[in-house]
């Protein structure tokens, strides 16, 4: 998958407008294209040059395992690397055949992917160079410093490990002629002058460097959408457009950790937290306060406000920078999955109002929405399957190639305990992903006036309802579990009413339930259902207006009775407990 798809993968997408690559000035990486997400990271390069120590900190950074290779060889043959070399009945040439195999079997496996460290000598098999070249995101630590190396590897009491490193002059020659070897099949990272430490942070900016698009919508750009390793990467994006302007940002109070950071960044006083958290903080007095905030700071209409949390506070933020001054520029990061593919795209803002949700509020696109993939990666599974549910209904209406993305890759995104992940580059992948594909419609029908964004609502029309159902009870239901719950409904009328493949539309249900943890609560009663299905703001005359798809990314808006869709709600609920699921543990 790549980032930067001019037309979703059918071809049948309700918007036409395409992101376009768009890195701002001093974008790390910005030389390098978009690294295939799903691929194993390969260290390589000669003895010393820090495979073996920078490789377990990448592997921690990205949530993947790491493997040295050496190691796992020395452990299969049950002795040192040395001693391999050293034995006649088989050599130097026996232990490549064995590294050149594992690679090969690495790099073809459809395990979870990881960070490999390589024996320095991996590139000297034609057939491994290329697999690393064209199969791998393979970067090659360049110490360009041969005594950086040969004190490295003479004198880190490896010996028993380093065969080839017991002469200097055979060292430097065998060095000279490896070199245009790593060069041929990895990207160089310098890592004679840097620690482990800034050798990462060069791989990473690498890896996600053009992980950036914008959306241009009306004539102009708006709601650029980039995704960052971490939050150091982020901010460091963002110094520059800033510079010289004022700049607060409004803070979830769950990250007050974080004080010392944007101080430092912003300046003193720049931190504003809001009076409230969660849904209870959806207020007009609230965005009183944070608006007398910003009149007594002098902000104008060129100064910029930040906003760091989840979909509440986002909708405060932006209902907030929309009214001052007529709208001043705004700077989107989420802090939960669902935010950043849902709540802070597409321009919505609100407050909610005399007991009514979002009752009082407007459309106002921010300058950019920035996803933090270090943040993400610290949720817990409960709310990284609220985020991957909206993600997979944005995939089945506008592009396959993203609900193949969250089915395939299910084990990378919501890990079995005790393993690393998430994987980093899948979670920003999927996210950044389906962020761009919903701000793409949005651009197109930004005041909901066209239709266009009712494709969204996949699975919503039910899923809401039983939400709302549930919020009252010892066991509420969660808005991700609710969506799922909805789309499983939808997709049992697309495949009977509307000729969705019956083959994908069971498989799509299977993803359905496992985003829902292995099982789905009892339809609601037909009437409570009918009241609050046709209390939908979409609802008219008895009728709901309804999402179903006749194709992956091929979507239908039609007209239902209440009725047709708790019969759905039903068969869904009955083939979920023949499949006789326990709550899903990812294992």
């Not at 609220?386 to 990378?412: C, F, H």
Request: with cysteine; proline share 7%; charged share 25%.
């Amino acid at each position: 998958m790549s980032f930067f798809r001019k037309t979703p993968g059918t071809g049948k997408s309700q918007s036409g407008a395409a992101p376009e690559t768009c890195r701002p000035e001093g974008s790390a990486g910005a030389a390098f294209p978009p690294l295939p997400p799903e691929r194993h990271v390969f260290l390589t390069g000669f003895m010393g040059a820090g495979k073996s120590t920078a490789g377990p900190i990448l592997a921690a950074r990205l949530g993947r395992a790491f493997t040295d290779l050496d190691r796992v060889i020395e452990e299969a043959e049950g002795e040192p690397i040395s001693a391999i070399f050293a034995d006649p009945d088989r050599g130097e040439a026996y232990f490549r055949k064995r590294e050149a195999d594992r690679i090969r079997a690495l790099v073809n496996s459809r395990g979870l992917p990881r960070v490999v460290a390589l024996g320095g000598g991996a590139v000297e098999d034609p057939a491994t160079r290329k697999l690393l070249k064209e199969s791998a995101n393979t970067f090659f630590l360049d110490a360009s410093d041969p005594s950086v190396l040969w004190a490295r590897a003479a004198g880190d009491g490896d010996g028993a490990s380093r065969p080839l490193a017991k002469d200097r002059g055979s060292f430097l020659k065998l060095l000279e002629s490896r070199l245009p070897l790593y060069r041929s099949c990895g990207i160089p990272v310098d890592s004679g002058e840097s620690g482990p430490e800034e050798v990462c942070r060069s791989i990473l900016n690498i890896l996600f460097a053009g992980r950036e698009g914008a959306i241009r919508a009306e004539g102009r750009w708006n709601s650029r959408i980039s995704a960052w390793p971490d939050l150091e990467s982020l901010a460091a994006s963002l110094k520059a457009r800033l510079e010289g302007r004022r700049s607060a940002v409004l803070l979830d109070p769950a990250l007050r950790s974080e004080e010392p950071f944007w101080v430092g960044f912003l300046g003193e006083g720049s931190v504003l937290y809001p009076d409230r958290q969660g849904e209870a903080v959806k207020t007009l007095a609230s965005a009183e306060k944070i608006l007398g905030v910003l009149a007594s700071r002098s902000f104008d209409r060129s100064d910029w406000l930040l906003v760091r949390g989840g979909g509440s506070l986002t909708d405060l933020g932006g209902f907030c920078a929309g009214l001052f001054k007529r709208g001043i520029r705004l700077l989107l990061l989420p802090t939960t999955l669902l935010a950043a593919v849902d709540a802070a795209v597409g321009g919505k803002t609100a407050v909610n109002f005399a007991g009514a949700k979002n009752q009082c509020g407007h459309f106002y696109l921010p300058d950019e929405v920035l996803i933090d993939g270090g943040i993400l990666r610290s949720l817990p599974p409960a709310l990284i399957e609220e985020g991957l549910s909206e993600a997979y209904k944005t995939g089945l209406v506008l592009d396959p190639s993203l609900t193949d993305l969250v089915s395939r890759e299910m084990d990378s995104l919501l890990p079995p305990p005790g393993a690393p992940g998430p994987d980093l580059p899948l979670l920003l992948e999927t996210a950044w992903t389906a962020a761009s594909l919903k701000a793409r419609v949005c651009s197109e029908d930004l005041r909901e006036e066209k239709g266009i964004r009712d494709v969204l609502n996949f699975g919503h029309t039910f899923g809401h309802a039983a939400e709302a159902y549930y919020a009252a009870s010892e066991v509420p239901l969660s808005h991700g579990r609710a969506v799922a719950f909805g789309m499983a409904a939808a997709l049992v009328l697309s495949e009977r009413s509307f000729g969705l493949d019956p083959a994908f539309a069971r498989g799509a249900r299977s993803v359905c339930l496992k985003l829902s943890r292995g099982g789905y609560p009892p339809v609601p009663p037909a009437d409570a259902l009918s009241k609050l299905l046709l209390a939908d703001k979409k609802a008219r005359l008895g009728k709901l207006k309804f999402v179903a798809l006749k194709s992956p990314g091929e979507p239908v808006v039609t007209d239902l009775a209440p009725g047709d869709l708790a019969a759905a709600a039903e068969e869904a609920v009955r083939e979920a407990k023949a499949r006789e699921t326990a709550p899903w543990s990812r294992s």
